[in-house]
């Protein structure tokens, strides 16, 4: 069965600091990648996604994340965070029948400024 | 466009109590999702949607919950009796039929079983 484990729970971190989130799948046919995040008080809303071709993907507010097969994971990054960065972000993949999403249990990032 | 909307945006209920929420998926979108986010878990898939017809139920935990899609536009999802394990989020989806991976959620029922 599809699984998607995010290691990091909760980060914290200065304005203007980098970013790397980890995110591990475990999932054995065609590979299709999702980072979402929810801001205090909004929807969940997709980041980014990645379904084929370039593995290093561009997502919305300057974030990227770059899917390494031989390490079955899609990390999530940023160069430098602002406070309006601070939200949870969850890691997904598809299940076998497309549709359900399998996500990992969330990082909640903070941001000071 | 309107976004994906759920109601209430929060209920709190007594353990054995009925409670009833609503999804209204974007306008056109056929695929509807349910999941639900138990208090330092991750989101986990209930059930969906294709249409009226449901396409996958595997992830619904026992048969006090009760999802209906009556003439394929909104959805409710019943719990009766509710318990106290019950208690936590529950987010609605919808997409496009051939586009079933980008999903758009909404913003969830925040449920607390008493």
């Known amino acids: 069965a599809q699984s998607v484990s995010q290691h990091n729970h909760h980060v914290i971190l200065s304005e203007a600091a980098s970013l790397e989130l980890g995110c591990n799948y475990s999932y054995g046919g065609t590979v299709n990648l999702f980072w979402y995040v929810q801001y205090p008080g909004q929807h969940l809303q997709l980041l980014l996604k990645?379904?084929?071709?370039?593995?290093l993907v561009k997502g919305i507010k300057g974030f990227e994340a770059e899917f390494i097969k031989s390490k079955f994971s899609f990390n999530l990054r940023k160069p430098s965070v602002q406070w309006s960065d601070t939200a949870e972000y969850f890691c997904a993949v598809p299940g076998s029948t497309l549709g359900r999403l399998y996500f990992g249990r969330g990082t909640q990032l903070t941001v000071w400024p | 466009e309107a976004g994906v909307t759920q109601f209430p945006s929060h209920s709190v209920i007594e353990k054995g109590q009925t409670v009833t929420l609503r999804c209204d998926p974007i306008?056109?979108?056929?695929?509807l999702y349910w999941y639900r986010r138990v208090m330092g878990k991750e989101i986990k898939f209930l059930l969906h949607f294709v249409k009226e017809s449901k396409q996958d139920e595997s992830g619904m935990p026992n048969n006090r919950f009760l999802a209906e899609r009556t003439g394929g536009t909104y959805s409710t999802l019943k719990v009766q009796p509710a318990e106290l394990e019950d208690s936590g989020v529950y987010f609605c989806a919808s997409s496009q039929v051939g586009a079933g991976l980008s999903q758009y959620f909404g913003p969830g029922t925040r449920l607390t079983v008493l």
């Open positions: 306008s056109g979108h056929d695929n």
């Open positions: 990645y379904f084929s071709g370039d593995p």
